[in-house]
């Protein structure tokens, strides 16, 4: 440890506290939801007939109670509900309905002030109930408790000797092994309640899952009557669910507030039940609101969106509850953009004012690093500064833009999810090639549509096309199906290759389907261009394109995620045709996926996120902006720079990452800039700009930046510790933003930065031995220099103070200065 870290311990405070990062309380708001003293009408939610048919059926009511002067409010649990006449069916305090004879009746839910609501009901196939559909009403069940789950006998393995397929998905194989497996031990159809599946069920007999069922459960029930009818499985030609819909599918609720929800399977013969208690529920946010088993959703206090997933028979649906934390907004910002429209919509609704316009020292250094992947020179912050032009932020933008920085920043982001590294040191050529070709491209603004065509129907030597370097580690038909769906579309389509997604509608069948786009990929070793074994050489192998599903042994024609089968013929490449869909303006997942990974890039939290994960059980914070900035995207012709310069341009990007008395809790919705530490290769730039240090690496020209490497064969553990991507995957997840011991050791102590302070070309010699310059000069440049602004006058103050006591050593003085600002958070984050 430096002996002079007590002296500067004020300093490194002191600068701490100009960084917004730290936590403030909100105090409480004002409720925004339904006054229940006002006189409100009762609705039932939908207001449709219920139909219970046969003695398992069960309905989920809702009640709603609406005011014209306050939002709709849940009440299913707070009016008392009867039916006339009686004895047709019973309602519990829940609004539960279940059959007791055939027949119609009315159910009447009584409110305060006498305020009711009726509807009708009908009970049929109760006394000659219809055979039980093994599919439809019995492997629910399973997955509703989480018997066919992966960690039970959903396993590959099964557990204790018992195996389901997992979630259900292959109902013909739960069959067999339930009903057929073991000689039929399993279910006694003479006495039902004899069975092995209800003993272990119930606990009755020793089972490693615990009690499951209740013996008195309509579950239990379902399950003895299904043996009792001799286990039947039902007709080939039984109705299936073809989607399942939720109600409401929206609401605003309080703070503390709840909303029931009822879960709607719908039939392809046009049918429908109530399979509210059967399905399966998730919060996407526990800190939020959770939801019990039965679809009661509860809040906990935060304000803001949360999602609800339903699932049921592979079907999943999605309830959105927005919790304003209803603080009155006089104004908001003068939106610039389509994107403040939408930012400052959303903000208003949700009742959380937004942080302040930043100044422009915060935005000039910010927006260097988001853009240009590196702090601005002093020159370039004294100019800035002084600049009295009202657009010179949209100026500094477009210079940005223009500049090759630019091009080599989100070169490093692009080379790294598209694997571009060295396997080994005859790698070298090829990958500097396709580094060299994304930096080109993205200089160049090649159209994103253009871009992707180039590397997905790259064929021929790596030395003529480099995009063909992108097959050298995406070598398998998976491994290209999987990466090309999350990086292109968003689609992380990985588990589908097994079994049917358990979070997305994808399939077996529409995995299989997609990687038949690149089933006729064919390689052989380079022999020219770079006159290497280790480079691939990509061609189309002639053929009919297809892929066999390992399950059902059919052969799939190429189909894009949602789309009807392509007929190809032998000597068509069906990458050209994969290509062609994914980029067709009416394609619903290629521009969200890019305009979600910029938004992430710039605010540091996508609007779906992780921003490669866009399923519907993960929806966007503002569908509205993530709809327009795709449809905008579209609309400039995939121009990369253009979304760059919109994002850069919108008062939302601007805002102060300074919280306000309301917005410290808000992560969601952009009410203020998110503070995140510096990337990996910009944070080891940033410390050799400012000690004036020149980045030396290993097998490289010195003075090349790190945002310059083409790769990560580059050794550095600067680098290693605050986490560059190893290129292992398509994922940006590799590239770790945390903050750890390690690194601030690494700053604090480590023989690489105190050389870089102690250079005798860096900085702080420099300025010790700058006899011209006054101290407040000196200090002035370092501050522009490491932060992008002058000092305060405390600052100033500490600085001088400290130069002044240690006049016979100024070389140290200095470089303790420069260590100082160094490790503090202003310059460790963007902010």
């Not at 396997?423 to 993205?442: C, E, Q």
């Not at 064919?522 to 599903?549: C, F, M, V």
């Not at 490289?700 to 083409?710: F, I, K, M, N, Y």
């Amino acid at each position: 440890m430096r002996n002079t870290f007590l002296t500067l311990g004020i300093l490194v405070s002191s600068l701490a506290t100009g960084l917004a990062v730290a936590v403030a309380a909100a105090p409480t708001p004002t409720s925004n939801t339904a006054n229940t003293k006002e006189s409100a009408s009762l609705r039932f939610e939908p207001n449709t007939e219920v139909h219970l048919r046969g003695p398992d059926a069960r309905h989920q009511l809702i009640v709603t109670a609406h005011s014209p002067s306050a939002d709709p409010k849940d009440v299913t649990a707070a009016v008392s509900y009867h039916a006339e006449p009686r004895g047709i069916v019973t309602i519990d305090s829940t609004g539960q309905v279940a059959p007791l004879a055939e027949g119609t009746a009315r159910i009447i839910a009584e409110g305060p002030a006498g305020k009711r609501a009726t509807i009708a009901a009908r009970v049929t196939d109760l006394t000659q109930p219809p055979s039980i559909n093994f599919a439809n009403q019995i492997v629910p069940i399973f997955t509703k408790f989480g018997c066919n789950g992966g960690g039970c006998h959903g396993k590959s393995t099964g557990q204790n000797g018992f195996k389901l397929s997992l979630l259900g998905f292959v109902p013909s194989e739960d069959y067999e092994y339930i009903v057929k497996e073991a000689g039929g031990r399993r279910v006694f159809p003479a006495a039902p309640d004899h069975s092995l599946l209800l003993q272990k069920a119930i606990n009755k007999m020793a089972h490693g899952g615990g009690e499951r069922l209740a013996i008195d459960s309509p579950e239990y029930r379902l399950l003895r009557r299904w043996i009792e009818q001799g286990m039947p499985l039902g007709s080939k030609d039984a109705p299936v669910v073809e989607r399942i819909e939720v109600f409401p599918k929206e609401r605003r609720l309080g703070k503390s507030g709840h909303q029931q929800l009822a879960i709607v399977a719908h039939y392809n013969d046009g049918g429908s039940d109530d399979v509210t208690r059967e399905a399966q529920y998730d919060s996407n946010d526990t800190e939020m609101a959770t939801v019990s088993e039965t679809g009661l959703v509860e809040t906990l206090g935060a304000a803001g969106d949360v999602a609800i997933m339903a699932r049921y028979q592979g079907h999943v649906a999605v309830f959105r509850g927005s919790v304003p934390l209803g603080v009155p907004i006089a104004s908001m910002p003068q939106p610039r953009n389509f994107i403040d429209e939408h930012v400052f919509a959303k903000l208003k609704d949700l009742g959380i004012p937004p942080s302040p316009r930043c100044d422009d020292a915060t935005f000039l250094r910010r927006v260097c690093v988001d853009l240009a992947g590196r702090l601005p020179t002093v020159e370039e912050v004294e100019q800035f500064l002084a600049d009295t032009n009202p657009s010179k932020r949209d100026l500094k933008i477009d210079e940005l833009l223009a500049s090759r920085d630019y091009a080599e920043n989100f070169a490093t982001k692009w080379s790294a999810v598209l694997r571009n590294k060295r396997g080994k040191d005859s790698h070298i050529r090829g990958t500097y090639a396709f580094y060299h070709w994304i930096r080109d491209s993205l200089d160049e603004n090649k159209p994103f549509d253009r871009f992707v065509h180039e590397i997905i129907t790259a064929s021929g030597d790596a030395a003529y096309h480099p995009p063909v370097v992108w097959y050298r580690d995406v070598k398998t038909q998976e491994q290209q199906t999987e990466d090309v769906a999350q990086l292109f579309l968003g689609m992380r389509i990985q588990c589908a290759r097994c079994h049917h997604h358990p979070f997305e509608t994808w399939s077996q069948r529409d995995y299989y389907g997609f990687a038949a786009f690149f089933s006729r990929v064919g390689r052989k070793q380079g022999t020219n261009g770079l006159r290497t074994d280790d480079e691939p050489r990509i061609y189309h192998r002639r053929g009919k394109a297809s892929a066999r599903n390992p399950k059902s042994g059919k052969q799939l024609a190429p189909t894009g995620l949602g789309s009807e089968p392509i007929d190809l013929g032998a000597d068509q490449d069906p990458r050209h045709a994969l290509v062609d869909w994914m980029t067709a303006k009416e394609n619903p997942y290629f521009a969200p996926a890019l305009v979600n990974r910029y938004w992430k890039h710039f605010f540091g939290r996508g609007l779906v996120d992780p921003e490669d994960d866009m399923r519907v059980t993960n929806p966007s914070s503002n569908p509205a902006l993530l709809r327009s900035m795709s449809q905008h995207f579209k609309e400039s012709g995939f121009d990369l720079k253009d979304l760059a310069r919109t994002i850069c341009r919108s008062n939302a990007y601007q805002l102060s990452s300074t919280p306000n008395a309301h917005n410290a809790k808000d992560t969601r919705n952009f009410s203020r800039f998110y503070p995140r530490r510096l990337t990996a290769e910009i944070l080891y730039d940033a410390v050799s700009h400012a000690t004036g240090a020149v980045p030396r690496f290993d097998k490289v020209p010195p003075g090349t930046r790190a945002v310059e490497l083409p790769d990560t064969g580059v050794n550095s553990y600067f680098l290693e510790v605050f986490g560059r991507p190893r290129s292992s995957s398509a994922c940006e997840c590799e590239r770790s933003g945390d903050v750890t011991i390690a690194q601030s050791l690494h700053l604090l102590n480590s023989k690489e930065v105190q050389e870089k302070l102690h250079s005798s070309e860096g900085r702080a010699i420099r300025l010790a031995g700058a006899k011209e310059k006054q101290d407040d000069e000196k200090i002035r440049e370092l501050y522009l220099t490491v932060f992008a602004r002058p000092p305060s006058q405390e600052e100033r103050t500490i600085a001088k103070q400290h130069l002044e006591s240690h006049r016979d050593s100024q070389d140290q003085a200095f470089q303790d200065l420069l260590w100082a600002l160094i490790n503090s958070k202003e310059f460790l984050f963007n902010h």
